[in-house]
C-alpha cells in the first residue's frame, strides 16, 4: 500500500517478521545529507504504534542519529524492554545493509486521571494568515512539504547577518493539511533549521545527533488540530566545541502544549 | 577496590567480561523506591567512561527507568552502535537476574574549534555562603549527600501551599567535595525533587521516567569546578495525564553553563 500523501508514503513500513520493519526514503524529504531528521522520528513512532504488543501512546521519544540514512531501503528491528501497567519501554534500530544508521528509545505510556496544568506560555503571535508563506527558500527539498510562516528568526538569506537571539517561532503545517498524530508530531518537533544559522547569519554545515521529544498531548487534544498549523518555538542555551543544544515548544492555535522537544547538534564553523 | 567515598562507592564496576560490568547498590544513595536516578545516570557515563573502546567526552545521555532497581547486584551490558570520526554512540542496559532495570543511550564526541557563545543566563542568586543549607529535610536518603542551599522552591514542609511556579533554583555540592567529572554532573543533573511537589505543596509518589542530559562543559571547565558548589535551576511545562516535564540547567558559580537536562516525571495525585 502506497498513501496518497508525501507523509503516509514515508512512514509506510512493511512488516518483514514480528520483530523487523521494512521502509524506505522518499526523495522529497531530503535534508542537506540523508533524510529530514524528523521523519526518522516519524518512522519510529509510527513502527512501535503498528507493533501488535504496543500498550498505550508515546510520551518520551530519544532518537540517536549515527550515521546518515543513505537513499534506498532501511530496515527498523524493535525490541519491547520491559512492559509495565502503565507504560512500556522500547527500544528500535534502524539499520542498512547490517549498518546501524539510527537508533532510538522510546516511552509509551497511558494516561491516567491526575491534576492538570500548563505552566508555559505559548510565545506571542499574530495568526498564522496575517504571515506569508515564506518557507525556508527551498535549501532543503522536505521544507517545501510544510506551509512555514515565520513570527520570528527566519531563515537568513544570502544578505544574512548575525543575530543576538537564537530564537525561531513559526507556524507550521502539512502544506496537504493530512491530520496531525503521534507520527507527524514527532516530525515537526524537528522543524527548526539549526539555531546557529541564526546566530551567525549563514548557513553552514550542521545535523543533529540527538534528538528528544515529551509527548504532553493526549489523543483528544491532537484530534482536535486535525491539519491546521501549529505554533514551534526553539531557541539554543550554548554554542561551544562544534556543538549546540536546542530546546523547543509545539503549541497548538488554542494554547495547549502539544509537546516540549530538545536536541543536540553538531555545527562546522 | 572500594572508594572513600559514598559517590565513588556507587559508580564503583567490577568486570565481568568485555562488555558486561558489575556493581550494586548502596543504602546511602536510596531515594523513595529504588536508588536516586542520578546515580543511576552516574553509573551509566562511568562504565562507558572506563571501555577501552570509549573515544571523546560524555555529549548526550537518555535514561530511561524501566523498573526499581532493586537493592543488591545489578550488571551493566554496553555496546557501542556506531563509531564516527568525532563521536561514537553506545546502548547500556542495567539488568537485574535477567530483568531489564534501565536503559541507556549515550553520544560521547570529541570537541573541536568552533564559534562558541552562551545565550541563556544564569538565573539570579545569592553566593552560597549566604544561603542556610536547609538540604531536603531527609525525606529521602541521597538527599543527605548534598549540601543543598535552596535560593527558590524548597521542598515543601508539612505545612506546604500550593505554588504557582514550579521553578526551584538551588546550590549543590557534594558533602564530601569530591570533584565534580562527567559521571557527578550526571548526577547532579537530577538533583531536584518532583516539580509537582512544589506546585501541589505536598510529597506524592513520583519517579523519572526518562532522563536527558546535553553535557555542554569541556573537561577544562569541568576540572575548574572541582568540589566547589553549582547553581542548578529546573521548572516544568506541563502536568497533565499522571506526567509532567522538566527542563533544568547547571551552571558554575562563574556562569559557566555545564549541562542543559530534561526529564518526563510519573505522579499519582
Partial sequence: MTGTHPFDDAVHLDAIDAE???GRTHPE???????????TAAIMVRAIDVHPDRIGEPLALTVNFAAPVADGAFDLSLRVVRTNRT??????????????????????ATARDSWADTEARPPNAPPPEAIAPTGMG?????????????VEGPLPGADGLPDSS???????RDKAQRPVDYPALAAVCDVFYPRVFLRRGVIMPAGTISLTTYFLADRHQLDAVGGDFVLATAHAHRFSGGY???????WTREGALLATTHQIVYFKG
Fill in 20 to 22: 523487523v520493519w521494512r
Fill in 29 to 39: 524529504w531530503a535534508n542537506m545529507v540523508g533524510p529530514f531528521g524528523g521523519i
Fill in 87 to 108: 507504560n512500556q519501554h522500547w527500544y528500535v534500530e534502524l539499520s542498512q545493509e547490517g549498518a546501524v544508521k539510527a537508533t532510538a528509545t522510546a516511552v509509551f
Fill in 138 to 150: 527551498h535549501v532543503v527539498l522536505w521544507a517545501d512539504l510544510y506551509d512555514m510562516r515565520f
Fill in 166 to 172: 537564537s530564537t525561531t517561532t513559526l507556524w507550521a
Fill in 244 to 250: 549546540f543544544d536546542q530546546s523547543a515548544q509545539v
